[in-house]
């Protein structure tokens, strides 16, 4: 799932982390894969969102919304990648503003019109993150 | 690669192609991995392009823009995707409108703002055509 955080100063919460496979940092939004517990179940993506929202940021949202789910690559995987806005943060009880210590990303909280500035210089440049941030750029009154 | 080919009527070149991994036909712009030769050499992205459009619709364009790069998935695959945007379009000398005979795909030439209302139902679902959709949306006087 991946997760675009939207402030009430209508920042958005942006992770800048390692990608070894891009051989360089990337500044994407929050995401992550669903656990797969020992029965063989697969997280709810709805829980696994705000674990991970809460894991990379600290922040826990009062609004959760689904604005929609795609395939990250079907020719090669079934990921199906469930994208949510989640407005009205807050911090979590007994978190900081960051994300936990195993996880290895730096939080950054950009104004709107700034990432969307930089999506265009392609300084955010993974799928779900410019898939999340143009979404909700076309479709925000939707 | 992947190719947002527009029409002089605005429609854009769409094929529907079944998906294994997603268990459906999904609607897609026409896309393409590089080839890569008996040397190890890989397949110039430009090239590929042009390869690919005329292979998947049997059209070549006389303009040529690409867009931007991104990474598919970067948690997992080093794959970085070129979105190009091709224009002036003709069908190909040889070639009728629709994919080559050994591609199993269906072309569908859709009006522009059909196809975004398509996505935001759903029906658009893939990240690289989600991409390459909504970055022509928001940029396309860039």
Redesign the interface.
């Known amino acids: 799932m991946a997760i675009l955080a939207l402030d009430d100063q209508d920042r958005v919460l942006m992770v800048r982390q390692w990608?070894v496979?891009?051989?360089q940092a990337?500044l994407?939004i929050p995401a992550g894969?669903l656990d797969v517990a020992d029965d063989g179940s697969i997280e709810d993506p709805d829980l696994a969102a705000r674990r991970e929202l809460e894991e990379e940021t600290g922040m826990r949202a009062g609004s959760w919304r689904l604005l929609?789910?795609?395939?990250?690559?079907?020719?090669?995987?079934?990921?199906?990648?469930h994208l949510y806005l989640a407005t009205d943060l807050r911090l979590a009880d007994g978190h900081r503003l960051g994300p936990d210590e195993d996880e290895h990303l730096l939080l950054e909280r950009l104004p709107w019109e700034d990432v969307?500035a930089a999506a265009?210089r392609?300084e955010v440049?993974?799928?779900?993150s410019?898939?999340g941030l143009?979404?909700l750029?076309?479709?925000r009154s939707?």
Chains 1, 2 share one sequence.
């Open positions: 990608r496979a891009a051989g990337l994407e894969t929609t789910r795609f395939y990250t690559a079907p020719g090669f995987t079934s990921e199906l990648m969307l265009e392609g440049a993974d799928a779900k410019l898939v143009l979404w750029d076309r479709f939707g």
